[in-house]
């Protein structure tokens, strides 16, 4: 089973920054992909980013340029930098991993983000 340690949420102004980390552990030990997905009120659970194994990243449309995933393989940690948050970026943000071994998805606790004035 995996456990996930979520950190950096919060209420930001529109236009500034928040970074997320999360450190997942317990087995498997290795994750193919980790990412943030974010839900909110009243939407379906949407992709923000994810990252490989390898480096490999994916955006949703809506935060190229903004935002920015990165991971350190050898801690099994995860961060999303955000910037020029919008209004729109409100919602939970969950931390995502998929088992290298298993191919199966686990899902962190979620951190709240706000953005507003």
């Known amino acids: 089973q995996v456990q996930f340690v979520e950190s950096g949420g919060g209420l930001v102004q529109p236009g500034g920054s928040l970074r997320l980390s999360c450190a997942a552990s317990?087995?498997?030990?290795?994750?193919?992909?980790m990412g943030w997905y974010r839900q909110a009120p009243g939407k379906q659970r949407e992709l923000v980013a994810t990252?490989?194994?390898?480096?490999?990243?994916n955006y949703a449309d809506s935060v190229k340029g903004r935002f920015t995933i990165s991971r350190d393989n050898a801690k099994n940690t995860v961060d999303l930098q955000m910037n020029s948050l919008k209004a729109e970026d409100t919602a939970v943000y969950y931390c995502?991993?998929?088992?290298?071994?298993?191919?199966?998805?686990?899902w962190g606790q979620g951190t709240q983000v706000t953005v507003s004035s």
């Open positions: 995502y991993a998929r088992s290298l071994a298993l191919g199966s998805d686990s």
């Open positions: 317990g087995r498997p030990f290795s994750f193919s992909a």
């Open positions: 990252i490989t194994l390898g480096g490999v990243t």
